[in-house]
């Protein structure tokens, strides 16, 4: 009896919490069927009495949302991909090749990456990517979100294939494999998990960033969805409920993903301890 | 054996790609911002002076500096001290619950998925003076709207809970793995000496979870003095630099005012204020809280 009564009052507490968490989220999706500002303001908690889907599609149109999600798409995917690709090659080499002395200073070298606090950086970015003459391309993009990405990337995989027995490659050896062989046939096969892991993680981060994305491209058709959302709430301010609809589309991607991938996720963004 | 796996060329082929976008991207940026911090070149024209530490005297010197200096310390006593004992209650409250835990969990972390960006423009909304969420939930006590975002005494608070909002369920999932991952023979050895709840939370869960407490510290002071982006979207440092931090007084003055050389200024003092932190923090707290085995 005493036990249920102490349960039930830690489930008060923590729905509290949830509803802290959860209702912006109504909050948005009810303001997104809404008709307008005075709508909202009427009956702000409530469910909409009307359905008014124009917003979504007004959002779409007005936000360019499509261009956007695109833009945000191929950029994090692309970038995702090659970062594990080179970081994968860069663990390796570090904790599977005979140099060991070598490998420990790279793997301190690159570990140091993750101390640097990567904003204050900004600056010195911007003047290499202008350099290059990459400056308001994609490129901007891609070349600093795979660099950023690389110590993480290293330090998650490095430690995973350190964990693999050494009886694999003997075997390997003895087949006649060399070490590219072993690295694509054996070792990367082995590695999925974490792959998979640093994938999402490196995903997300990339289709979060909002600093470089939004003072490294000028032109509107570049944007991501971050600084693209952002110019569409700066443009259309004072209408709330199409706004709101603009937020829906934008988080939408992000919870189908996390939906499915969720056990993936939290495991990769809490082992990495890397915020946004 | 060992032929196959010492191929100096393949090692260097497989480690080179990483290298270079790392001496690219982390080493080079780190020298050239130091290299131009004693410049007072404006980022574009091809003419500059060193002046030393000018821009050193300048920064130290300018209030508006030393306010976004304060924010940024407003971020991490927000986290420590306010943050930190919620976190710890709640994943001693989830842990201490069977049904609905991964309903929780799931809900908890949500936030922290999602981009900062828009999450400031969601807040945006919800502190809307008119129609936002807030107002009207506060209207509900009788209290009189708020000018959350545009008036000094409240912006900073304002974007204070939103980040929190963002990222405390991030660190209860943490805690949480730490508290379930306790062998449960503990607690129940306690619970036979007729240690009560709250007694087994303190004596028992607390100090055996510190280690992980202590690195949510530490990655809430690096998450303190990174934080822009929510800074930027919410207010874009004001009202009147009243939320500025250091790196969106940094961006303000580089990009907006092409003060390239003052900019980078402001990067290295970063650099330096997040190390003297973190070195503080490690060499004062951190050291009690060493690693635990069961």
């Keep these: 009896m005493m036990r249920n009564w102490k349960s039930s009052i830690n489930h008060i507490i923590l729905l509290a919490y949830m509803l802290v968490i959860l209702y912006p989220f109504l909050f948005v999706i009810f303001s997104s069927l809404k008709a307008d500002n005075v709508t909202i303001a009427s009956n702000p908690f409530g469910f909409p009495t009307e359905f008014y889907w124009d917003n979504y599609v007004n959002a779409w149109v007005n936000a360019k949302i499509s261009t956007y999600f695109w833009n945000s798409l191929y950029i994090a995917l692309l970038c995702a991909v090659v970062s594990i690709f080179i970081g994968a090659m860069a663990s390796f080499a570090i904790t599977r090749m005979r140099y060991a002395k070598l490998s420990l200073f790279f793997f301190g070298l690159i570990t140091v990456g993750m101390l640097i606090p990567n904003n204050s950086l900004m600056l010195p970015i911007y003047l290499l990517i202008r350099k290059m003459g990459i400056l308001n391309t994609h490129m901007a993009l891609i070349v600093p979100y795979i660099a950023n990405a690389i110590p993480f990337t290293v330090i998650i995989l490095a430690a995973f294939m350190r964990s693999l027995p050494g009886e694999i490659e ?37 289709w979060n960033e ?23 709430r700066d443009a259309y301010q004072t209408n709330y409920a199409q706004m709101s609809a603009g937020i829906v589309f934008s988080v939408v991607p992000v919870m189908v993903i996390y939906a499915v991938l969720q056990e993936q996720i939290i495991e990769g963004l809490t082992a990495g301890g890397v915020k946004g | 054996m060992n032929k196959a796996l010492r191929n100096p060329i393949t090692y260097a082929l497989f480690l080179l790609p990483a290298l270079i976008l790392f001496v690219m991207f982390f080493i080079y940026p780190t020298i050239t911002a130091v290299y131009y911090s004693f410049t007072n070149w404006d980022g574009v024209s091809s003419t500059m002076k060193f002046i030393g530490f000018k821009n050193y005297t300048k920064a130290l010197g300018d209030e508006a500096f030393w ?29 201490n619950v069977k049904k609905l835990r991964g309903f929780y969990k799931t809900a908890v972390f949500m936030p922290s998925v999602m981009s900062t960006a828009v999450i400031g423009i969601l807040w945006s909304f919800i502190y ?34 939103t980040n929190a909002w963002q990222w405390t369920g991030f660190y209860v999932v943490m805690v949480l793995a730490a508290i379930l991952a306790i062998p449960k023979d503990l607690e129940e050895a306690a619970s036979i000496d007729g240690a009560t709840g709250v007694q087994r939370a303190f004596k028992i869960t607390l100090p055996l979870i510190m280690p992980i407490v202590s690195v949510v510290i530490m990655l809430s002071i690096a998450g303190a003095m990174k934080a822009a982006d929510i800074v930027l979207v919410m207010t874009k440092g004001g009202p009147a630099g009243s939320t500025d931090v250091m790196a969106t007084y940094m961006i303000r003055y580089a990009i907006t005012n092409f003060k390239y050389g003052f900019g980078n200024t402001i990067a290295v003092l970063i650099f330096i204020f997040t190390a003297i932190i973190t070195l503080v923090y490690q060499l004062v707290l951190a050291r009690r809280s060493e690693r635990i085995e069961y």
């Design chain 2, 67 to 95: 306010k976004s200096v304060l924010n940024n310390g407003y971020f991490i006593f927000f986290s420590c001290f306010i943050q930190v004992p919620l976190i710890i209650l709640f994943s001693l409250l989830i842990a």
């Design chain 1, 210 to 232: 909002y600093l470089l994305a939004n003072y490294f491209l000028s032109e509107d058709a570049l944007r991501t969805l971050p600084v693209g959302m952002v110019g569409f």
């Design chain 2, 128 to 161: 809307q003076p008119e129609i936002g969420l807030m107002n009207q939930v506060l209207g509900i006590f009788g209290i009189d709207p708020i000018y959350w975002l545009s008036e000094q005494k409240y912006a900073m608070w304002a974007i204070l809970i």
């Design chain 1, 170 to 206: 003997e075997a390997a050896v003895v087949d006649g494999l060399r070490a590219p062989g072993i690295f694509a046939r054996v070792v990367l096969p082995l590695t999925v998990p974490a792959l998979v892991t640093v994938f999402i993680i490196n995903f997300l981060g990339n």
